[in-house]
């Protein structure tokens, strides 16, 4: 069922999410969450279908908040309602706010807010540096932002660093889960002390320089950042005495797996689409304590390229 609501309030667009409920036959209890997306026009459209896939592994009142530019002076919020249908497992809010409401966006939201349930904010276009002190991060467990959507992400990502919150993550750290798995079930074999590792990618890719990070802390090892041709991360390679333990993906799609005296393996590692990205991070409603680490020791450390222009000059 599809209604739209002009110039209207909170509480008619929770009576008519109820309404609609009712009349589709689905039963709010069943929601494990509610999905808040901040985002702008261009972007609302794929962000709500991508929020509504990941609907089918986690069912979730999904509330997108656009604020609307212009000339409007007056207060004033217009909904679009989606419930059943294609939307099988979600209920849909898009709201747009006009006007001073633009600035009260967490008023707006709040009554909307599945009871007794974890709420999750995510950013598809970037999001704020500090997610826990926006006023829609306030009212979530977990606040997702994208440091690759910015227009400097490693610069970005330093910044969030700064100002992290457990409970905030970040889709450059989603998108290192599956190299993380491979190299963790790599290294459960018997191997020779490890002597440094590599870490190539896209220039300024963030999730890159999260997994080097990770790795330098969890191996204690010196892992060298290199630039390719990308997409995203190409290879990893771990140096042993005996040789290198080496994951190397140059079409964003399959790898091959090499280790010192054994074949290459070829295994499937693809670039994940947003909507699996999105049900990783609805899986796991906890602080990640990995990726505050990781953080921490990341804004310990000089930016590469700060370090690199310092060394020019210099």
């Keep these: 069922m599809n209604r739209d609501l002009t ?43 991508a929020a509504v896939a990941a609907s089918r592994e986690h069912p979730s009142r999904i509330v997108a908040v656009i604020r609307r530019t212009g000339d409007r002076s ?7 309602l989606r419930v059943g249908e294609d939307y099988s497992l979600a209920e ?7 006007g001073p409401l633009r600035q009260h966006a967490a008023s707006v939201v709040l009554p909307l807010l599945l009871s007794d349930a974890p709420v999750l904010v995510w950013w598809p276009g970037g999001g704020p540096v500090d997610p826990a002190h926006d006023e829609l991060g306030a ?26 919150t457990p409970g905030d993550t970040d889709f450059a750290w989603t998108r290192v889960t599956p190299w993380r798995t491979l190299l963790a079930a790599a290294l459960d074999q018997p191997f020779d002390p490890l002597t440094g590792g590599v870490v190539a990618a896209a220039r300024r890719n963030p999730s890159a320089e999260l997994l080097a990070t ?11 950042r290199r630039v390719s041709k990308g997409p995203g991360i190409t290879e990893v390679r771990l140096c042993t005495r005996s040789g290198d333990i080496a994951i190397t993906r140059p ?21 994940r689409p ?26 310990m450390s000089a930016d590469p390229a700060t370090e690199a222009a310092e060394a020019t000059t210099g």
């Design 7 to 49: 110039d209207t309030r909170a509480a008619e667009v929770l009576a008519a999410l109820g309404e609609a409920r009712r009349r589709a036959g689905i039963a709010a209890l069943g929601m494990v969450l509610t999905l808040v997306i901040d985002v702008d026009e261009a972007g609302h459209y794929d962000a709500v279908r």
């Design 274 to 299: 947003t909507p699996e990205l999105l049900a990783e991070e609805m899986r796991r409603l906890d602080p990640d304590d990995t990726y505050s680490e990781v953080l921490r020791r990341l804004s």
């Design 92 to 98: 849909v809010a898009v709201l747009r706010l006009y």
């Design 139 to 164: 009212l979530a467990q977990r606040r997702v932002t994208d440091s690759a959507a910015n227009r400097d992400p490693l610069a970005t990502l330093r910044e969030r660093a700064a100002h992290h």
């Design 214 to 224: 990770w790795l330098e802390w969890r191996l204690g090892i010196e892992v060298e």
């Design 251 to 271: 079409d964003g799609r399959l790898a091959r797996l090499s280790r010192p005296g054994q074949p290459d393996r070829t295994v499937p590692l693809p670039r």
């Design 74 to 80: 007056t207060p004033r919020m217009d909904a679009e």
